[in-house]
């Protein structure tokens, strides 16, 4: 069967290489840096629509960009809070 999981766009952590651990690859389809938070919107590799959102740091080191495919994962916060969640 199949099973959704949601996590807050802001926990989402974007790579240019796969990391360890579990990720999917989505294609940045638009990026839009006013404010503190650049939002990041996504189309996954079977299809759906996703939203990261980045710290402007995070976003510039390295720089994401449109066109760009990515892995997506968990951030460390989403990890730790499951850890958690799981004792």
């Known amino acids: 069967g199949h099973a959704a999981v949601f996590i807050r766009p802001h926990l989402l952590d974007l790579h240019a290489e796969r990391p360890a651990g579990g990720s999917f690859r989505a294609r940045v389809v638009r ?9 990041v919107e996504l ?12 710290t402007q740091d995070r976003y510039r080191a390295p720089p994401v960009t449109l066109g760009e495919d990515v892995f997506v ?3 460390e916060e989403s990890r730790k809070t499951a850890r958690a969640r799981a004792r």
């Open 31 to 39: 990026i839009n840096p006013a404010g503190p938070l650049v939002k």
């Open 43 to 54: 189309l996954t590799e079977w299809g759906e629509s996703a939203r990261a959102e980045l």
């Open 73 to 75: 994962s968990a951030g």
